[in-house]
């Protein structure tokens, strides 16, 4: 299940959001040609990830920050670039370019210290924008629960877009990551399901004083709980294997 888009694009240009894709691309072309290199690489994350237990030792504590900005491979970047284009904008929009900044690394660091406080003594080192993009998410979901998002479903050779309300795409997220951090070991590496849930719970409450401001529940009315722009209007079809009518077979002397 994967977002391609929402149907309320921003109404200004997301510069913010624009600058941090742009950071996280350009500096994952910085180191990718040292990845097959393993002395390199380890000895680059040691410098620039976060690793819980240099935090325990009190040191590296600017890898709370340096460490959203990294990433594992092109698809781990490519996801992450995804679910930042598409939720990223229209928060942008709600709290200014510079108070979205704030925001996004604000909840970067919290779920970075979640992540630390899940496993102290781990060593295996933790990179990656997920924490704060599942800020940005945790957000969204508070102020637009009812906005469209797209999602693609792929399952082997079926595939096919379902336009759904944003609240049951971020809510089933959620207790994903939720449920992928209580059956992980931290220890083991993989996914970092606790900076997940952590960054989006930082989300939903670093975005609920302007929630309270805007009348609460008194703001979904509204604005039905969507972004307050038109919405784009999308083709969106039965993407699927074509069906093959079954041919009768021509009589013959053929076995």
């Known amino acids: 299940m994967l977002p391609i888009r929402d ?34 690489i380890n000895a680059f994350w040691i410098d620039w990830a976060l690793i819980p237990a240099r935090l325990e030792a ?3 504590t600017y ?11 092109w698809m781990h970047l490519a996801g992450n670039m995804l679910f930042l284009y598409i939720f990223g904008d229209n928060i942008e929009d709600e709290l200014g370019h510079l108070g979205y900044l704030l925001f996004y690394l604000a909840a970067g660091i919290a779920a970075g210290w979640v992540q630390y406080i899940s496993a102290p003594g781990s060593v295996i080192p933790t990179v990656g924008a997920s924490g704060a993009i599942a800020g ?13 998002v797209d999602i693609l479903i792929i399952f082997i050779v079926f595939f096919r877009i379902f336009p759904i309300p944003a609240w049951i795409m971020l809510a089933v997220w959620f207790a994903l990551q939720f449920a992928g951090g209580i059956g992980s070991d931290p220890d083991a590496g993989g996914v970092a399901y606790w900076a997940h849930a952590g960054g989006f719970i930082a989300g939903l409450a670093l975005i609920s004083p302007l929630w309270i401001r805007r009348g609460g ?17 999308y083709r969106i079809g ?13 009589r013959g002397p053929w076995s």
Do not use: C
Not at 65 to 71: A, D, E, G, K, N
Not at 136 to 148: I, R, S, T
């Open 63 to 73: 890898t709370l920050v340096t460490s959203m900005f990294l990433h594992g491979g």
């Open 217 to 233: 529940p008194a703001f979904w009315d509204r604005t039905d709980g969507r972004p307050p722009h038109p919405q784009a209007r």
């Open 238 to 250: 039965a993407s699927s294997i074509p069906k093959v009518g079954r041919q009768r077979r021509p």
């Open 58 to 60: 009190g040191q590296g």
């Open 136 to 148: 940005v998410m945790g957000g969204y979901l508070l102020l637009f629960p009812k906005a469209k």
């Open 7 to 40: 149907h309320n694009p921003s109404g200004r240009t997301p510069y913010v959001t624009y600058i941090l894709m742009a950071a996280n691309i350009g500096i994952f072309l910085s180191y990718v040609g040292i990845m097959q290199e393993a002395r390199l």
